[in-house]
């Protein structure tokens, strides 16, 4: 979809924290195939038609904007949160991690609307937040 589908597109690039862990930058490969041995059970699946590995058993989650565009977020088999956008026409962003540590799937407020709020529970057991802002970038993780 154009950029005028995410009003601006760019999601926020920046240092966030979730549960403790702080990461830096914006990937654009896919869901994280390794896995550390304490991650080793989790089971991975494909996002059908759009590659990219996530764990099974948090699913996957879709936005749906206004317009009907799409965006899809799962936990990587990393346990970070990543996403992929569609573009007008039909065309799909790179995947991109969203950072954090979750131990739970996506959950979607606000799915329909410009502006969702995305949360998962962290590694500390407490659900954190981000929100999409009307500039199309979001939050950074928080309680």
């Known amino acids: 979809m154009s950029a005028s589908f995410f009003r601006k597109p760019a999601l926020a690039v920046s240092t966030l924290a979730l549960a403790g862990a702080t990461l830096a930058g914006l990937a654009t490969a896919a869901p994280a195939q390794a896995a550390t041995p304490s991650q080793a059970t989790a089971a991975a699946c494909q996002v059908p038609g759009h590659g990219g590995s996530y764990i099974c058993e948090y699913g996957i989650a879709w936005q749906t904007f206004p317009n009907g565009g799409k965006q899809v977020f799962v936990v990587g088999t990393d346990f970070s949160v990543w996403t992929r956008y569609g573009f007008e026409g039909g065309d799909w962003s790179n995947w991109e991690s969203m950072g954090g540590v979750a131990r739970?799937?996506?959950?979607?407020?606000?799915?329909?609307?410009?502006?969702?709020?995305?949360?998962?529970?962290?590694?500390?057991?407490?659900?954190?937040?981000?929100?999409r802002l009307d500039t199309g970038s979001w939050t950074g993780w928080s309680k």
């Open 104 to 131: 739970s799937g996506v959950r979607i407020d606000g799915n329909g609307t410009w502006n969702p709020t995305i949360s998962v529970v962290g590694s500390d057991g407490v659900r954190w937040y981000r929100h």
